[in-house]
């Protein structure tokens, strides 16, 4: 059996953000139970009945995740984790910040392109996590992996990277360069399995979905994916951005080029939204929007959330 937790659904600022006064960070701040928070976007999965944990992305709440979640807390009367690896989808800063988290002599492996791990070993602030007990492991594009700790052992759990639509980091774009200088390794998507190969797919920033991914999720177990907008101007329409979804590196959920639309024919059995944007209708339950997307078979992620695979 594969265990997954979602540590955080919520896109970068999480939900309610800690700087926005809309209707829904407004219902979240008050306490309406239709609109509980959300951490920003990270998953934490096990394949050995929770004693060891593999975190998807490690976002700038990680401290407030692991103390949320007891799996994730230190052994009893010493120091210690069981979080044993982090595996890393782009170097947004809600995806990476959380690795200045782990910092404290834990020893754990970073796995991600080796476009991420130069992004990682070019920042110094990233070397308090000292390498030598985290070591930066390149994950190779469309190439299996199995994901192992810091001192090398299996962890039982075993990651494809593959390239989806995107951009790179907000933080490393240059507008001197075509599409701000992104390449292929900047936004991947992953497919996890256990070593019975049960398995899903988790994308939590992806802007389009090409006749190669739809081949590559067709009749899945499990999708995980990003659900960051409702519609495509929704940050311009609310006056908070400029910058329509694609232009940010997603895809929104309606409309005829939208998440659910592209999804209506693969036959995924089970779907999940995360990475879910403060100004999205879907955060609070009894919006039509949130109503049409669990009509069309889709589930709303929310922290704490619990999968067995």
């Known amino acids: 059996m594969m265990r997954i937790l979602v540590l955080g659904a919520g896109a970068g600022g999480g939900f309610p953000q800690w700087n926005c006064g809309c209707r829904l960070c407004r219902r979240a701040l008050g306490g309406d139970a239709a609109t509980p928070s959300r951490t920003q976007s990270s998953l934490a999965v096990s394949a050995d009945d929770g004693r060891s944990w593999v975190l998807l992305n490690a976002s700038p709440d990680l401290a407030a995740q692991i103390k949320a979640n007891p799996a994730l ?48 070993k070019a920042n110094a602030i990233f070397n308090v996590v000292n390498p030598a007990l985290a070591p930066r492991v390149p994950l190779a594009l469309d190439t299996e992996t199995a994901i192992q700790d810091g001192d090398g052992h299996p962890t039982g759990l075993y990651v494809t990277a593959f390239s989806v639509p995107g951009k790179i980091a907000l933080w490393l774009e240059d507008p001197r360069l075509p599409d701000f200088g992104s390449v292929p390794e900047d936004t991947v998507g992953l497919h996890v399995r256990n070593g019975t190969g049960k398995g899903f797919f988790y994308i939590p920033g992806c ?28 940050m311009i329409t609310a006056g908070f951005s400029d910058k329509t979804a694609s232009r940010m590196g997603h ?17 995924v059995k089970r779907r999940v939204f995360v990475h879910i944007n403060n ?6 339950a009894d919006t039509p929007e949130r109503r049409q997307a669990e009509a069309e078979g889709w589930e709303i992620g929310f922290d704490g959330m619990e999968i067995d695979l």
């Open 251 to 267: 895809m929104a959920m309606s409309g005829a080029l939208g998440t659910i639309a592209a999804f209506a024919p693969l036959g």
């Open 207 to 234: 802007a389009a979905l090409p006749p190669e991914l739809t081949r590559r999720l067709s009749g899945a177990e499990l999708v995980v994916f990003d659900g960051t907008t409702w519609t495509d101007d929704e």
């Open 279 to 284: 100004t999205n209708p879907v955060l609070a």
């Open 73 to 120: 807390h230190p052994p009893e009367g010493r120091r210690g984790s069981p979080i044993a690896a982090a595996v890393l989808t782009n170097a947004d800063v809600d995806h990476v910040a959380g690795l200045l988290t782990l910092r404290e002599g834990h020893r754990f492996a970073i796995h991600a392109t080796s476009r991420v791990v130069g992004v990682l």
